[in-house]
C-alpha cells in the first residue's frame, strides 16, 4: 500500500554532516505527519524528530539545535539534516509516516508505516 524509502546514512566523523531523505509513495490520501527515530541494538527505537503536515516540528532534547527536519509535501518526502554530530547518534535511522488512505473502500484516518532503516555510523 504504502513504501518508505530512505536514503543518506553512513559513515561520517565527529562534528561532521549528513543528510537522510525519505520518500512515501503508494496508496496515500493525506500524510498526517513524518519523522525520523533511531534504535541502537539492544535500545528501544526513539523519536528524534517529527514533522506535520501543517509544518510544526518537534525534536528530541538530544538532538536540538543540531538536527532539523523538514518536508516537501508536493514529494511526499521528508528529510533530516544532521549536523555536528556525536558519536552517540550512531544508530539505525527509520523513517516513519502517518497517513490516511483507502484500502478496499474503506476509510483508514491513521496508518503508520516505517522505512527499511538507514545505518549512520559516527567514528573517527
Known amino acids: 500500500q504504502v513504501q518508505l524509502v530512505e536514503s543518506g546514512g553512513g559513515l561520517v566523523q565527529p562534528g561532521g554532516s549528513l543528510r537522510l531523505s525519505c520518500t512515501a509513495s503508494?496508496?496515500?490520501?493525506?500524510?498526517?505527519?513524518m519523522g525520523w527515530y533511531r534504535q541502537t541494538p539492544g535500545e528501544q527505537r526513539e523519536v528524534v524528530a517529527i514533522?506535520?503536515?501543517?509544518?510544526?516540528?518537534n525534536y528530541a532534547d538530544s538532538v536540538k539545535g543540531r538536527f532539523t527536519i523538514s518536508g516537501d509535501d508536493a514529494k511526499n518526502t521528508v528529510y533530516l539534516q544532521m549536523n555536528s554530530l556525536k558519536p552517540e547518534d550512531s544508530a539505525v535511522y527509520f523513517c516513519?509516516?502517518?497517513?490516511?488512505?483507502?484500502?478496499?473502500?474503506?476509510?483508514?484516518?491513521?496508518?503508520?508505516?516505517w522505512g527499511q532503516g538507514t545505518q549512520v555510523t559516527v567514528s573517527s
Open positions: 516513519n509516516a502517518e497517513a490516511a488512505i483507502y484500502a478496499n473502500s474503506t476509510y483508514y484516518p491513521s496508518v503508520n508505516y
Open positions: 514533522i506535520s503536515s501543517g509544518g510544526s516540528e
Open positions: 503508494g496508496s496515500i490520501f493525506r500524510i498526517n505527519s
